[in-house]
């Protein structure tokens, strides 16, 4: 495949998740973020919506900021299948062009994101906790944190179109919606049909989502549970909190993996972020920095956590959680039960 | 019409994420000076091969793309129960990012003739989980991602997938072929038993490609990535007090102090 000409694309472009008639949070974040990128490079917000009477969706995302929604509406994008969206992606960047593209990095996301990057030969990158414009050159300027060390790297795309990135849910701020707001809403030609789909979706359970991405207090825990939660849920209850947990302890099945705080989990900005067994890498803190007040408990007093808390107690989680549980809920004038 | 499956399952050989070092020139991992390990997310892939291989019959090939020393993680599936191993290696591969790789084992793929691709959910040194649906589109194939459960249909040439979404789960069945990356966890991988073991260590032999032969000497390595590393920082740390306190009570009162108890 050739390499294009850069300067032939334009507009920032953000796909907008949805399921049975509802958008995904993310999606209204990164909505927030591509106004911010447009303005910064003088371009067009454009979101793209796709699915069955989404209408509502449309509006809402002018009314979030875009300039412009691109609806495909067809009862064949119901529900998500990588196929029959992939298609219809590659054809809407074939025909206009996308400069940037930004896409929630939920599962749903990253698999789409992963199928349409390759037909556009898009420049794709994952987990991106910073997103800029190079003054200069125009260029996104995706940062994600480094394997193994304590660095971030800049990523571009230079002489491929779209740039195209996914973020995780919490590293952006949605935008109010702003009732009146004036944009265009386009529907496009759909051109997809069923030759294009070689799967079905037999079933679809889909419960409450957690989120702990508004949670005013979050108390994670990491490799140090030891198979263990309980004192941290036993804090996060004396708190009013949010239970959350490293990405090693999802990994080990101690936590569901909606509680994942971190570059490949959620980035949460609670009042109050207690870190209980967790070591501090830097994939884990890009999660939790925009927390106010962050305490950390754990029994090493050189780990890097501490360097990143404002209140730290070097000390047994298994004996501080509960005893700092006790002590919160005497303090609240609450019944010690223990 | 039932028949045998070609399961072609791809492993990728990581840095050890404790002994990593970073090319200060390009900004890509070094990973020559590492120790080399297979990727742990591809024991489930590696698990689920097998699982699939005794429901409906067939072979398993072990592929990677890497340097000649990735024969090592080719080694590691073939002890465990993989029939075979085919190793992409040429210098033309070095620097690829997601989009060239993809397309070396997209078409590995199709030169084995395979059925069905199965992955581990991402690697742990890059993290990305973009290759497995990024093969899945260089050929026009179906792809079943955070996938939880697999349950063959010989009958209908279809793999039926549980699927880990936000908030619960779907079933979703997948015409052959099919690229399926498995959840990190999603199976408990089994021990190599030592006949196969010693077999893999001492008599295997893997298939080696060039990218020529697989046609693709154009279109991988650096040069043909989209993405590349444009700059490294040292992350911008927050402001803390990093107050150690000698006990709970003086916490409970900072906490007061600051109005968050």
């Given at each position: 495949m050739a390499d294009v000409d850069p300067d032939d694309y334009e507009g920032v472009w953000v796909f907008i998740e949805q399921?049975?008639?509802?958008?995904?949070?993310?999606?209204?974040?990164?909505?927030?973020?591509?106004?911010?990128?447009?303005?910064?490079?003088?371009?067009?917000?454009?979101?793209?919506?796709?699915?069955?009477?989404?209408?509502?969706?449309?509006?809402?995302?002018?009314?979030?900021?875009?300039?412009?929604?691109?609806?495909?509406?067809?009862?064949?994008?119901?529900?998500?299948?990588?196929?029959?969206?992939?298609?219809?992606?590659?054809?809407?960047?074939?025909?206009?062009?996308?400069?940037?593209?930004?896409?929630?990095?939920?599962?749903?996301?990253?698999?789409?994101?992963?199928r349409v990057a390759v037909p556009?030969?898009?420049?794709?990158?994952?987990?991106?906790?910073?997103?800029?414009?190079?003054?200069?050159?125009?260029?996104?300027?995706a940062k994600r944190p480094t394997f193994g060390g304590d660095a971030m790297a800049t990523i571009k795309c230079t002489?491929?179109?779209?740039?195209?990135?996914?973020?995780?849910?919490?590293?952006?701020?949605?935008?109010?919606?702003?009732?009146?707001?004036?944009?265009e809403i386009q529907s496009v030609e759909v051109v997809v049909d069923e030759s294009h789909v070689h799967s079905r979706v037999i079933e679809r359970v889909v419960g409450e989502v957690t989120d702990i991405t508004d949670?005013?207090?979050?108390?994670?825990?990491?490799?140090?549970?030891?198979?263990?939660?309980g004192p941290v849920e036993d804090l996060a209850d004396a708190l009013d909190g949010e239970v959350a947990a490293s990405r090693e302890a999802v990994e080990e099945g101690w936590a569901e993996a909606a509680r994942q705080v971190g570059q490949t989990g959620k980035t949460v900005r609670?009042?109050?972020?207690?870190?209980?067994?967790?070591?501090?890498?830097?994939?884990?803190?890009?999660?939790?920095?925009?927390?106010?007040?962050?305490?950390?408990?754990?029994?090493d007093e050189n780990a890097p956590i501490f360097e990143n808390a404002d209140y730290g107690i070097v000390g047994d989680l298994f004996e501080v959680c509960p005893a700092l549980a006790d002590a919160i809920r005497a303090a609240k004038g609450e019944e010690v039960t223990q | 019409m039932t028949r045998e499956w070609n399961i072609v399952v791809c492993v990728k050989q990581v840095p050890d994420a404790d002994d990593v070092s970073i090319d200060?020139?390009?900004?890509?991992?070094?990973?020559?000076?590492?120790?080399?390990?297979l990727n742990r997310p591809d024991f489930n892939a590696i698990e689920a091969a097998l699982e699939l291989k005794e429901a409906v019959g067939g072979?398993?090939?072990?592929?990677?793309?890497?340097?000649?020393?990735?024969?090592?993680?080719?080694?590691?599936?073939?002890?465990?129960?993989?029939?075979?191993?085919?190793l992409l290696t040429d210098r033309a591969f070095g620097g690829s990012d997601t989009w060239p790789t993809s397309l070396a084992l997209a078409r590995i793929s199709e030169e084995l003739d395979a059925d069905v691709v199965i992955c581990g959910e991402e690697s742990t040194d890059s993290s990305t989980g973009q290759v497995p649906p990024g093969i899945a589109a260089h050929n026009g194939w179906s792809q079943l991602t955070y996938v939880e459960e697999l349950e063959p249909d010989p009958d209908n040439d279809e793999l039926i997938g549980v699927r880990d979404i936000e908030g619960g789960h779907e079933k979703v069945a997948a015409g052959l072929p099919v690229v399926?990356?498995?959840?990190?966890?999603?199976?408990?991988?089994?021990?190599?038993?030592?006949?196969?073991?010693?077999?893999?260590?001492?008599?295997?032999?893997?298939?080696?490609?060039?990218?020529?032969?697989?046609?693709?000497?154009?279109?991988?390595?650096?040069?043909?990535?989209?993405t590349s590393v444009g700059g490294m920082d040292t992350a911008d740390p927050v402001e803390r007090k990093k107050q150690v306190l000698d006990s709970i009570d003086e916490l409970v009162e900072a906490l007061q102090e600051e109005g968050v108890v």
């Open positions: 399921h049975d008639g509802e958008a995904a949070k993310v999606s209204w974040e990164l909505l927030a973020e591509g106004r911010v990128l447009a303005d910064k490079k003088d371009d067009r917000l454009i979101a793209l919506v796709m699915g069955e009477d989404v209408s509502h969706i449309a509006e809402e995302a002018i009314e979030r900021g875009a300039d412009e929604v691109l609806v495909a509406e067809d009862p064949i994008f119901e529900p998500y299948l990588p196929e029959p969206y992939g298609e219809q992606f590659r054809h809407l960047v074939e025909a206009r062009k996308p400069d940037i593209v930004l896409i929630g990095g939920s599962h749903t996301g990253r698999d789409f994101a992963g556009t030969k898009a420049g794709l990158t994952a987990d991106c906790t910073e997103l800029d414009i190079e003054p200069d050159t125009g260029l996104l300027l002489t491929h179109r779209p740039q195209m990135a996914t973020v995780r849910g919490g590293v952006f701020d949605a935008a109010e919606r702003e009732p009146g707001r004036e944009g949670a005013d207090v979050v108390v994670a825990g990491g490799y140090g549970m030891d198979g263990d939660f609670p009042t109050l972020y207690v870190a209980v067994g967790i070591s501090g890498a830097i994939q884990h803190l890009e999660g939790m920095n925009d927390s106010e007040i962050v305490v950390a408990i754990n029994s | 200060p020139e390009t900004g890509t991992l070094n990973r020559s000076d590492a120790a080399a390990v072979t398993i090939t072990a592929v990677t793309m890497g340097p000649p020393f990735a024969r090592a993680v080719l080694e590691t599936a073939v002890g465990l129960g993989a029939d075979d191993g085919a399926v990356a498995i959840e990190f966890g999603a199976n408990e991988p089994r021990v190599a038993g030592l006949h196969r073991k010693i077999f893999s260590e001492t008599e295997f032999e893997p298939t080696e490609y060039t990218a020529a032969d697989l046609g693709i000497e154009d279109q991988v390595g650096l040069a043909n990535s989209p």
